[in-house]
């Protein structure tokens, strides 16, 4: 009546300005005509109808009137075509406004228990250190560097006079070289152009992290939608997570202990001498080692294989329909699915096979048939070897494999009466306290260890430096690529550094044994909850701590270790790649791939790890 045009925006998204009402009309001819008898100049005609149905807000079994969108179309009487193009559909829909919000909610919730969880972790590894300066180690969790002027540290390692004095067998000589005095006295002069160039640098770089975070913000929620954006950032961030970790577990160090004794032989003369120690059973050691690197608690082939099963055979895929119904799963072309709906399915199907696979193996393939890493435990006794494994500076794990056998070198009959003595319970158990009242703690041999800072600095003194000093001059001798493919044969000086790395560390392991009050302990409830480490600047730098590791936690180093992060990955690749292709049968393809991209990685930097540090070539790695 007012003159004013209504409802021209169009469209159901602009249901809050339109005006409805109760009268349409389907085709006029009448409009355009000029006088009562002359012909219609234009015709028009509803080229979109939309058929709305919406839930009701107060009860969800009931919907609101349904409302009818009509999009009106003009053609010249004199340009009409044979057909005509329309357009009808039916949408049903609900008030989103709560679920957004709660979404909100929940996104800000996981965004401060992230914070709050990498703040414990920086705590964390702030306490395993020895040095309570704020630096980029701490920042960024690098492993510590190796500097080649440190080569020249030495110092000596002799054996305690009396057990309970820990500390003499790691006493560190006085001789401080001169330069070192002067470097501690040293002081930076800094001026105040400095200090404005540095905080310039830094607001400089705050304000484009800032714009960069927002315009990411804008382009990801508002452009290409909150639930997308949302599945792209936790893929990114979950992608950058796994890299990291396996990355860590691709340079971690690794120290091959051998408790075989030398024993007189026939020698070349035809005499008896001493016999070298065969290196045959660190090989093998190392080998098996090599092939638990990339091992998994749940197998991906059989997850993706009955995923298909379920999603195709039994025609589960049909539960992503906009359609209310659960009976009619059929999918036809024409049907539309929701995006939210395939990521529910995809990942509560992936989640609840990975959780049958874990509790499978968990009670029944484990206790009662193999478990791979105490298999490997095993392993190690039956070869007289214990391996270390630092993941960090100070901490990392200590597996003991000192044999109850006088030789490991021997026949099998030899070893069979062995095996059927600890059967039959006539030896002592395996662990590193025999003695120990409990038999849990008695049969023990995994622990998590926190070592002292002087028996670090030794072992990076006496070989890590020299390893590191090889592998520099490789690369500028053969070049970067040239020297990682081709298996580096270490140098007498470094295979000699070795033994007496492995005296020392034998040497501590039985000071460790000798005073376990004093360094053993088994964690408490809390401890094991939140997996908190020692505090060892408050211990002091010559003490080390073992705790009791009767979960096997050394596969934290392994992807047998990781399979909830590796789990989550699967789940991300498979949602991410489903909102492209929209076909479970190529989303199952790439995440096949994506992780066997992942598993080579592993295998390929982790072999090369445990060669270069081991010093065991890596043509024997097989």
């Given amino acids: ?75 010249l009487l004199g340009a009409l075509e044979t057909s005509l193009e329309a357009r009808f559909e039916v949408t049903y829909t ?38 309570s300066n704020m630096d980029s180690d701490l920042l960024y969790k690098n492993q510590s560097s190796i500097h080649a002027d440190d080569a020249d540290l030495l110092l000596d390692v002799n054996a305690p006079d009396d057990a309970d004095d820990v500390n003499a067998a790691y006493a560190v000589d006085a001789a401080d070289d001169a330069d070192d005095g002067d470097d501690a006295d040293v002081v930076l002069d800094v001026n105040a152009a400095d200090v404005l160039l540095e905080g310039g640098r830094v607001i400089g770089s705050a304000i484009f992290l800032l714009l960069l975070a927002v315009s990411a913000y804008w382009y990801l929620f508002y ?67 090599n092939e638990l690197q990339t091992a998994r608690l749940t197998c991906q082939e059989v997850t993706l294989i009955l995923m298909m099963l379920f999603l195709y055979g039994f025609h589960l895929e049909g539960l992503a329909k906009f359609s209310p119904d659960t009976e009619d799963l059929s999918l036809t072309p024409m049907d539309n699915t929701s995006v939210l709906l395939r990521f529910a399915i995809a990942a509560y199907l992936m989640l609840f096979f990975a959780l049958v696979q874990v509790l499978l193996k968990v009670f029944i393939l484990h206790p009662y048939v193999a478990h791979p890493l105490e298999d490997f435990v095993d392993v190690l006794t039956m070869s007289n070897i214990s391996i270390l494994l630092l993941r960090d500076t100070f901490a990392g794990y200590y597996l003991h494999g000192r044999s109850l056998m006088a030789h490991a070198d ?96 034998r040497k501590f392991i039985n000071v460790i044994e000798a005073n376990p009050s004093h360094h053993v302990r088994e964690r408490t409830g809390i401890e094991q909850l939140f997996r908190t480490p020692p505090d060892m600047l408050m211990m002091g730098s010559n003490k080390s701590i073992f705790f009791h590791d009767f979960r096997c ?70």
């Fill in 223 to 289: 452009k290409v939608g909150a639930f997308t954006g949302a599945l792209v950032l936790g893929v990114i961030f979950h992608t950058l997570s796994v890299v990291l970790t396996v990355y860590e577990q691709c340079s971690y160090d690794i120290f091959l202990l051998d408790w075989e004794k030398p024993r007189l032989g026939l020698g070349v003369s035809g005499g008896t001498e001493m016999q070298h120690v065969s290196v045959w059973r660190s090989l093998f050691v190392a080998n098996e080692w």
């Fill in 94 to 131: 609900m008030d989103m406004a709560g679920f957004w919000e709660t979404w909100t909610i929940l996104m800000v919730m996981s965004f401060l228990a992230a914070f709050f969880v990498w703040a414990f972790r920086l705590y964390c590894y702030q306490r395993r250190r020895q040095n």
């Fill in 410 to 505: 021997t026949s099998m009959t030899e070893l069979n009466l062995q095996l059927k003595k600890e059967e039959e319970m006539q030896v002592s158990a395996r662990g590193l306290f025999p003695g120990s009242e409990r038999e849990d703690l008695a049969g023990n041999q995994a622990f998590e260890i926190y070592i002292d800072q002087g028996l670090r600095e030794k072992y990076d003194a006496k070989l890590m430096n020299k390893i590191e000093e090889a592998r520099m001059r490789a690369r500028n001798e053969q070049g970067l690529v040239a020297a990682a493919k081709k298996p580096a044969v270490p140098v007498q000086s470094t295979v000699e550094s070795q033994g007496e790395i492995s005296e020392m560390f």
């Fill in 1 to 75: 009546d007012s003159g004013v045009l209504i409802n021209t925006q169009g469209g159901s998204a602009a249901s809050e300005d339109d005006i409805l009402v109760r009268r349409m009309f389907f085709f006029d001819a009448v409009s355009s005509k000029a006088t009562a008898q002359s012909l219609p100049t234009v015709y028009r005609y509803p080229s979109t109808m939309e058929l709305t149905f919406t839930v009701r807000t107060d009860d969800k079994n009931l919907i609101y009137p349904p409302q009818l969108y009509l999009e009106y179309t003009n053609r």
């Fill in 553 to 622: 936690g050394f596969g934290s180093l392994l992807l047998y270790g990781i399979e909830d992060q590796l789990l989550i990955l699967d789940i991300l690749v498979f949602c991410a790649f489903d909102m492209m292709t929209k076909n479970w049968a190529l989303d199952a393809f790439f995440t096949y791939a994506v992780m066997k991209v992942v598993t080579y990685i592993r295998a390929d930097q982790g072999e090369k790890n445990i060669s270069r540090k081991s010093l065991i070539d890596s043509r024997f790695l097989i």
